[in-house]
Every structure is written in C-alpha cells, then in structure tokens.
C-alpha cells in the first residue's frame, strides 16, 4: 500500500512539476498565434524527456551517483566541462526566468509592482532550498501545481469547436499569416521547453538524495512514463485555451496575465484564484528546482560535497554555489530585465544546450562498469539516437532562426 501511495504521488508531483514558465508562457504564446497545429512538437518533447529522465533515473538508482560525477569520470574533464558550461548557462538564465515567474505571479495576485518581490522571492527560495526537506519541497509545489488543471476545465467551460481543434493538432499546417521560419523557430522553443536540461540533472540528484536503489527502479518509472506525459497533455490544455479565446481576435499573448485571462472568464473568480495558485506553485517549484540544479551540476562535477540532507556546514561550498546563483538572478532581474523575454530565450537556448546534456546520459547508460545488467536496451538506445539527431538538429537550426525572425516577432 505504501508503495502504491509512493507511485501516485510521485505521479501527481511529476504532473504538477512538469509545467513551468517556459511551458507557461510559450504554450500560451504558440496558442495564441498558431493554434495546436504545433501540439506535435510537445508530443514529440514528452517522448523525448521520458527516454532521457528514464535513462538518468536510472542511472541514479543503480549506480548511487548523480549525473555530473559520472560523466566527468566516463568522458573525461573536458567534455564533462563542456557539457558543465552548456548546462549551466541554460540553468542559471532558467532559474532567473523562474524567480521572475514568481514575481509576475505575486504582482498578478497583490497589484504590487514585480521588481518589488523580486528580492524577496529570491530570498523565499534561497531559504526554501536551505532548509525545508527535500521531499516536503517536490510533493508541496507539485502537488500545488495540480491547480493548472484548472486550465482544462475552463478549456471545456468555453465549449469550443473540439473538431477544429483535434483538426489543428493532427492536420498541422502554418497559419497564413506566419512564415515558415517563425513557425519551426517556435518549433525549436516548444521543443526545449519540454526537454529543459535541468529537469534530468534534478531527477538524477533528487534519486541520489532519497537514495534510490533497484527496487525504486518500477516507483521511478510510473513517475516518469505517467507523470510526464499528464504533465504535457496539461500544458497542451494551456495552448488549447489561448487557441480559443486569443487566435480568433488575433490577439498574441505577450504576458502571464494575457496567459491566465481566459480561465476567470470562463469560470469566474474561483477560476482566477486557481490559477492565480497554480501559477506560483508551479513558477516557484521550478525556481527550487533549477537553484538546486546550479548547486548540483557545479558541485558534482568539481566533487564537492554536496546535497539538501547534508549539514550545510559539510556542503558549505554546494550551499555557496546556491546562495550566489539567487544573488546573480536577483541583481539581473533588477536591470528591469524582461521575465517573459528572459524565458522565451531561456527555452530557445535549452536546445542548443541539448546534445551537449544528453550524448553523455546515453553514454553513461550503456556503460556495464555502473549499470551492470541495467545498461540501456535495444529501444532504450533506439530512442536515444533518434533523439539525439533530433536535438543536433534542433541546436543548429535554434540561432539561425532566431537572426532571421527576431526571436519570433
């Protein structure tokens, strides 16, 4: 029974977790302007971060170790440093988007001005990665993200034409007032959304944190092949209702407000508190989450000390790492620097940093020295190939398509 209960958390968590504000914001603005004629790409990004979470989890769970320290072992310091700084640069210009997520939330929520919470939801989190537990941080924004699934009842609330819709997402054509280039340019981003790097390197680390072993191997894999896949038919139902209420009038969505107006109007002010909830829960949750990867990424690869459950006294220079990453998103975001055009960037240039996240987790589970008899299989290293050419693909094509359409516009 409990490891039954273990499973549907999890589950529920994974759901709630899944959604963050690159999916928040660029599902609203892809719905707004091309419909759910780009509902593939997310397919497309479930498949491919669960072949790779699967692959990192179990990683963890076998070996005991977390990304980063095997890769730097495997492939040597400097391809483990290329793949470091790739990373890194995604993380941290993730994490800053997160942190000014929180704050467009709380502004939506107070009427008080963002760069006024900026500091202090930079504080909150830093303080949250300090000292609440690790499993009370996943379950509790996870489960608090859950209340996205607001946006799909408001999607059946609307009543739309659920003909033309199924007809967008299997008949994907690009609208007459796109270019073929904005359309795959926004292609690129959907797609990086969905495989953001720091999502692998938290589940390897969160695995080594709450001490996976073999037996977790099945608790992990319902996580991920159910949870992952409800998080992006979640975040498809954010596109679907922004195609409904925004596409019609030609309207493109260019802020969280703009993301969250057609559930009140559809089901009033529950619906506006709802959301209001869900996007906090899911902005803030993911701000833990990537301030926690910085920390990991950095401290495994140098082989620090390292971990929530570790006296930071023990992990001083892990905790470091953290404390200064908030401070830096913090100063950044104070510049008066855009949230939502950080995280358009932010999940363009998450595919570029794709093969240099993925080649090595592929590597690593293929390699008998630490995985034994649970080295990757025939469609484990299927997948894995088709995707990495996939990502190549997607990192070379990610700049030039930026120059040419000015980042979308």
């Given at each position: ?6 499973i ?19 599902n ?57 700084g ?12 997160e942190?000014?997520?929180?704050a ?44 996205l699934?607001?946006?799909a ?18 008949r ?22 969905a ?21 977790d ?31 019609p ?15 009140p ?32 990424s ?12 570790v ?6 220079r ?8 908030a ?61 990495l050419?996939?990502?190549v ?17």
């Amino acid at each position: 029974m409990s490891k039954l209960f273990a499973i549907a958390l999890g589950v529920l968590t994974a759901i709630g977790g899944f959604v963050d504000i690159g999916d928040l914001v660029t599902n609203g603005l892809v719905g707004s302007r091309f419909g759910l004629s780009l509902a593939w790409v997310v397919l497309v990004g479930i498949v491919g971060i669960c072949v790779f979470a699967e692959m990192s989890g179990r990683v963890a769970a076998v070996s005991g170790r977390a990304t980063f320290d095997l890769v730097r072992e495997r492939l040597g310091p400097r391809m483990g440093l290329a793949n470091l700084g790739a990373s890194m640069a995604v993380t941290l210009l993730t994490f800053m988007a997160e942190i000014g997520g929180v704050a467009l939330a709380l502004e939506l929520t107070t009427n008080v001005n963002r760069y006024l919470w900026i500091p202090v939801v930079g504080l909150a989190v830093w303080l949250v990665l300090w000292r609440v537990k690790f499993a009370i941080l996943e379950n509790a924004f996870g489960l608090a993200g859950l209340a996205l699934v607001v946006f799909a009842v408001a999607l059946w609330k609307l009543g739309p034409d659920w003909g033309s819709l199924w007809q967008q997402a299997s008949r994907p054509s690009v609208p007459s007032q796109e270019s073929h280039t904005t359309y795959f340019y926004y292609a690129i981003a959907l797609f990086g959304a969905a495989m953001t790097p720091y999502e692998v390197f938290f589940f390897s680390s969160g695995g080594v944190e709450e001490r996976w072993t073999e037996k977790d191997l099945g608790t992990m894999r319902a996580n991920v092949f159910i949870g992952f896949p409800l998080g992006g038919a979640l975040s498809l139902t954010i596109a679907a209702v922004a195609a409904v209420v925004f596409l019609p009038q030609g309207i493109q969505v260019g802020s969280l407000g703009q993301i969250g107006l057609p559930v009140p109007l559809a089901l009033g002010q529950l619906g506006l508190a709802a959301v209001l909830l869900g996007f906090f829960a899911a902005t803030f949750g993911a701000a833990c989450e990537t301030g926690l990867s910085v920390g990991y990424s950095i401290a495994q690869y140098f082989g620090w000390q390292w971990g929530k459950y570790v006296e930071p006294l023990r992990a001083a220079r892990f905790h470091t790492v953290v404390l200064l990453s908030a401070i830096f998103a913090i100063g950044v975001l104070l510049t008066t620097v855009d949230p939502i055009m950080l995280t358009e960037y932010s999940v363009v240039f998450s595919a570029i940093a794709l093969p240099l996240t993925y080649f090595p987790i592929l590597v690593v589970a293929n390699d008998r020295t630490y995985m034994g008899r649970h080295v990757n299989g025939r469609v484990a290293n299927a997948l894995g190939t088709v995707y990495l050419v996939l990502v190549v693909v997607a990192a070379t094509a990610a700049i030039p398509l930026m120059i040419i359409t000015r980042a979308g516009e």
